[in-house]
C-alpha cells in the first residue's frame, strides 16, 4: 500500500509539467495596467492621439483565438493577448508551487493514517484521510458535519442549495410536466401528499444529470445519470429528497424507504453526477464568459479608461487557467482522466451543450434572475423555502458588489447621457454582442447607467463568487470529501436493488488519495486575509491609484461590509437542534477573506 504515496505524488508532479512563461504585459498585480495615473473618459482625456493611438494597437494587438477545453468563448491571443496570457501562466505557477510542496509533504502522513488503522474497512476508515491532516494545505479542515452526518437525508438535500444550487429547480405546474413517475404508496408515505398534489402544490424540485447518460467514460470506472426528486415537506418544511432515478441500466428508482445501503448508494450516484457537473459548469460560466466579456474590453478600450481600469482588476489571473487546465488538468490521462468516472471526450461535450443554453447566456446568470426562473426565491406558485445557504451568502456579497458598482459608475457618469456618448463604452457593448460573441448580453447601444451598474456587478459575482461555490477550497471543504462525494464508482452500476455494501463501489485507497490530492491543490491558502482575498478585491494599489476619492470611499465601504459578512460566516456554529442555516453541516464555502476575489484555478 505504501508505494500508493509514489503514485499519487507523481500526479502532483505532473503540474510541473507545464513551461514557465516570461511574465511580460501581464495585466498587473490587482490592478490595471495604468499604474499612477487616474482614469478618465474619452472625452476628459488631455492627450486623445495618444489614447487613439492605443486604441488602434489594441484592435490589432488583443485578438480572439480558438476556444480551450470545449468550444466555449475564444481564448486570448494575437500579440498583446499572447503575452497576457504567458505572463499569468508563470505567476499561476509562482502560486501553486508552495501548494505543490506543501501537498507532498502532507500526503504521506495522510496516507500511512489510513494504513495505520487498518485500511479502509468501513466507511468510518475514509475519515483517517482528513482529521488532523493537510493542515497546511487546508488549515480550515473539512466543513463541520461533513464527515459525521453525511447519511442524513437533510445534508444530502441541502448541499443542492449551497455546495451545487445550479442544477437544482421548482417544476412550475403550469408549465413542466412531470419527468418520471414515484408510485403513490411511496410518495404518500414520505410526503403525505401525491406526486400528482406535490407538483400542484409547487412543492415538487427537480435537479436532472441524465444527460451524462451517454457521455464517454474511463474504463474500470462507473456513473449514473441521475435524476432526482426533492419536495418541501408539508410539515417540516424542510426540503428533502423523494426519489432518484439512475437513467441508466435497469433504470431503477430508489427512495429513502429503500433498505439503507441501497438508498445510500443511490445518493452517492447522483453525487458522482453532480461533482462532474459542477466542475465543468463553472469553466463554461464563471471561466468563459468572463473571459470574453474582458476580452472585448481590452479590444475597444483604453487601460485609461475606468471600466477596462474595473476589468482589468478583477480578472486578474484569469487568463491562466485554461491553458494551465489543458495541459494538465484536461489533457487525455491527465489529472482529470485519473480521478473522475468521465472522460475528457465527456467534458467537451458537456461545454457544447451547456455553453450555449445554460453557462454562456450573461443576463439569463445574473444572480437573483437566475433564482427567480427555476422558482428557488420570489416563487408565486409554490411555498417560500425554508433555508436557502447559497442565497443567504451569495446574496449579501452580491448586493455589497451591486452598491459598488453602483457607486462606481454614478463616479464618472453622472447621468445616462454620458453613458450614451461614451464611444468607447459603446464599442465595447457593441464588440461584445458582436464580433465576440457574448450570449445574451445586453444589446447594444446601451444607454442607461443601470445597465452598466449590473454588467459590472455580474462580473464580479462571476468571478468572485459564482467559482468559488463551484470550486477552488468547496471541493476539500464539502462537495467533493470522501466517502459521500466520490469523483467516480467502481463498481457496475447495480441492476437490481438488494446491495449489501456501498463500500465495493467507492474508491481504494490508493484512487481515494488520489481525489484528496486533487482537492486539496485547488486551494491557496496564502491568499487567506490578504490582498488577493475577496474582502480585498478593490484594494489593489494599481487600481486605487487611478480612482477617485468618492471610489476610495465606496472601496472602503465594500471592504467593511464583506469584513461584516466574513465575521458572520466564521461564527456560525450548530444550534440546538443540530443544524447551521437550517443544514447538519456549517457551510463555509464563501467566506470573503478565504475566497480569493478572482479565477485562480
Known amino acids: 500500500m505504501i508505494h500508493a504515496v509514489s503514485r499519487v505524488l507523481a500526479l502532483v508532479a505532473v503540474a510541473q509539467a507545464y513551461p514557465q512563461a516570461q511574465i511580460i504585459g501581464v495585466l498587473s498585480t490587482n490592478a490595471s495596467t495604468i499604474s499612477n495615473k487616474s482614469y478618465t473618459l474619452p472625452a476628459f482625456d ?27 468563448s475564444f481564448f486570448l491571443s494575437g500579440p498583446l493577448g499572447d503575452q497576457v496570457w504567458q505572463g499569468e501562466v508563470a505567476l499561476w505557477e509562482q502560486d501553486a508551487a508552495p501548494v505543490r510542496a506543501a501537498v507532498r509533504a502532507e500526503a504521506t502522513p495522510a496516507l500511512q493514517s489510513v494504513i495505520a488503522a487498518g485500511g479502509i474497512q468501513d466507511l468510518s476508515s475514509f475519515e483517517h484521510l482528513y ?6 494545505t487546508n488549515p480550515d479542515g473539512v466543513d463541520p458535519g461533513i464527515l459525521s452526518n453525511y447519511t442524513q437525508d437533510l445534508l444530502f438535500s441541502m448541499e443542492r442549495l449551497s455546495n451545487n444550487p445550479f442544477p437544482i429547480r421548482r417544476l412550475n405546474p403550469q408549465n413542466d410536466t412531470l419527468p418520471f413517475q414515484v408510485d403513490d404508496d411511496t410518495t404518500q408515505r414520505l410526503t403525505s401528499m401525491s406526486l400528482e398534489d406535490l407538483h400542484a402544490a409547487g412543492r415538487l424540485f427537480i435537479a436532472d444529470h441524465s444527460y451524462q447518460a451517454n457521455y464517454p467514460g474511463i474504463q474500470g470506472r462507473s456513473n449514473a445519470a441521475c435524476t432526482a426528486y426533492f419536495f418541501i415537506d408539508p410539515f417540516s418544511g424542510d426540503l428533502l429528497p423523494l426519489a432518484i432515478k439512475t437513467n441508466v441500466g435497469s433504470d431503477l428508482i430508489y427512495t429513502p424507504l429503500d433498505d439503507d445501503q441501497d438508498w445510500l448508494l443511490a445518493k452517492i450516484m447522483f453525487n458522482v453526477n453532480d461533482v462532474f457537473h459542477a466542475q465543468i459548469l463553472h469553466l463554461a460560466n464563471s471561466h468563459a464568459v468572463a473571459e470574453i466579456v474582458h ?3 481590452l479590444r475597444t478600450m483604453s487601460a485609461s479608461h475606468p471600466v477596462r481600469g474595473y476589468f482589468d482588476n478583477i480578472m486578474y489571473q484569469a487568463y491562466a487557467i485554461r491553458p494551465v487546465g489543458e495541459q494538465i488538468l484536461f489533457n487525455p490521462g491527465g489529472l482529470f482522466e485519473q480521478n473522475f468516472a468521465l472522460s475528457v471526450a465527456a467534458v467537451e461535450e458537456f461545454v457544447a451543450d451547456f455553453y450555449p443554453t445554460v453557462a454562456g447566456p450573461f443576463q439569463a446568470n445574473y444572480f437573483y434572475r437566475s433564482l427567480v426562473d427555476r422558482g428557488l426565491v420570489e416563487c408565486n406558485y409554490g411555498p417560500e423555502l425554508a ?110 436493488k438488494g446491495v449489501q455494501s456501498v463500500l465495493p463501489f467507492l474508491p481504494n485507497l490508493n484512487a481515494s488519495l488520489s481525489q484528496v490530492v486533487l482537492t486539496v491543490g485547488f486551494i491557496r491558502p496564502q491568499f487567506y486575509d490578504s490582498q488577493r482575498d475577496l474582502q480585498s478585491i478593490f484594494e489593489g494599489s494599481n487600481f486605487l491609484a487611478g480612482v477617485s476619492a468618492g471610489v476610495k470611499d465606496a472601496v472602503k465601504q465594500l471592504s467593511d461590509r464583506l469584513t461584516s459578512i466574513s465575521n458572520e460566516i466564521q461564527s456560525r456554529s450548530f444550534d440546538d437542534k443540530g443544524l447551521a442555516q437550517g443544514m447538519p453541516f456549517i457551510w463555509r464555502n464563501l467566506d470573503p477573506r478565504r475566497i480569493p476575489f478572482f479565477l485562480y484555478v
Request: hydrophobic fraction near 40%.
Open 387 to 496: 433555508h436557502f445557504p447559497f442565497a443567504e451568502d451569495a446574496g449579501a456579497i452580491v448586493d455589497s458588489l451591486q452598491e459598488f458598482a453602483t457607486s462606481f459608475v454614478n463616479a464618472y457618469y453622472i447621468d445616462d447621457n454620458m453613458i450614451s456618448q461614451d464611444p468607447e463604452l459603446q464599442a465595447w457593448v457593441s464588440e461584445a454582442s458582436g464580433a465576440a460573441q457574448v450570449i445574451d448580453f445586453p444589446a447594444s447601444p446601451v444607454t442607461d447607467r443601470q445597465t452598466l451598474i449590473d454588467i459590472l456587478a455580474h462580473l464580479a459575482y462571476l468571478t468572485g463568487v459564482n467559482h468559488h461555490t463551484l470550486n477552488s477550497g468547496s471541493l476539500a471543504a464539502s462537495s467533493a470529501v470522501l466517502p459521500f462525494h466520490p469523483m467516480a464508482l467502481y463498481q457496475p452500476i447495480p441492476t437490481a
Open 131 to 136: 482529521i488532523d491532516q493537510w493542515n497546511t
Open 295 to 297: 476580452e472585448a474590453a
Open 46 to 72: 488631455p492627450n486623445p492621439a495618444a489614447r487613439a493611438a492605443e486604441l488602434e494597437q489594441n484592435r490589432a494587438g488583443y485578438l480572439y483565438g480558438p476556444s480551450k477545453i470545449g468550444n466555449s
